[in-house]
């Protein structure tokens, strides 16, 4: 099985700051079809998920550019250029191919 | 506007048994694999099923296996979730998720409790 792995688990961030979470895979997630299925959710508190990021880099719609993905095969990146009060929650990175994974979750907390 | 929505949640004795529905709309429907979702008590999440777009594939998580059963509807955009012998550790928000997890539902609650 794909384990996903997040580093940090928890993340303190002071308002206009950069974040940045990591996410590595057991197994590369690149799929025969030639994509890399690899996305972030990102959990407000006492929210449902909401996808923010799909294929490593493509962003959702209504999505701040302040959030960017970016890896390759078994190692990705969230980057959250300056973050802002309503970016707290809990960031999960997850395989998006059979068989589906999620990632622990990092939660980030204005410090 | 695309939505989803959970209902069928509770509260259920162990053992028993539950049927959760989603009901989809503002999208094709058919033309979407779905997931159900779970997230226990202050934890993260769990992928639990995937139904493909035409019903005619299922797969579940190893965990609950033999205890799921995934189908949907196609003609009412609804979505359905059968589980089991239900146990303690089942107690969680259980979530409908289109099959590119662009589109969450809000969940639907179920606790197993005596």
């Known amino acids: 099985d794909v384990v996903m792995t997040q580093s940090p688990l928890s993340l303190p961030v002071t308002l206009g700051q950069p974040a940045s979470i990591s996410c590595r895979s057991s197994?590369?997630?690149?799929?025969?079809?030639?994509?890399?299925?690899l996305n972030w959710l990102q959990q407000r508190p006492g929210q449902s998920p909401r996808r923010l990021i799909y294929k490593v880099s493509k962003r959702d719609s209504g999505v701040p550019d302040r959030f960017s993905g970016s890896g390759s095969g078994t190692v990705f990146t969230l980057n959250i250029s300056r973050v802002e009060a309503e970016d707290v929650g809990v960031y999960y990175c997850?395989?998006?191919?059979?068989?589906?994974?999620f990632g622990q979750g990092t939660k980030l907390e204005i410090k | 506007q695309m939505q989803l929505v959970e209902s069928g949640g509770g509260v259920v004795q162990p053992g028993k048994s539950l049927r959760l529905s989603c009901a989809a709309s503002g999208f094709t429907f058919k033309t979407y694999p779905m997931h159900w979702v779970r997230q226990r008590p202050g934890k993260g999440l769990d992928w639990v099923s995937v139904i493909s777009d035409d019903g005619g594939g299922q797969f579940y998580t190893d965990s609950m296996k033999g205890r799921l059963t995934i189908s949907r509807d196609n003609s009412k955009n609804a979505l359905y979730l059968q589980m089991n012998s239900l146990g303690l550790e089942d107690t969680a928000m259980y979530y409908c998720v289109t099959g590119d997890f662009r589109l969450w539902g809000q969940g639907t609650q179920v606790t197993v409790s005596s």
């Open positions: 997850m395989r998006g191919t059979h068989w589906y994974t």
């Open positions: 197994q590369s997630l690149v799929h025969s079809d030639g994509n890399t299925y």
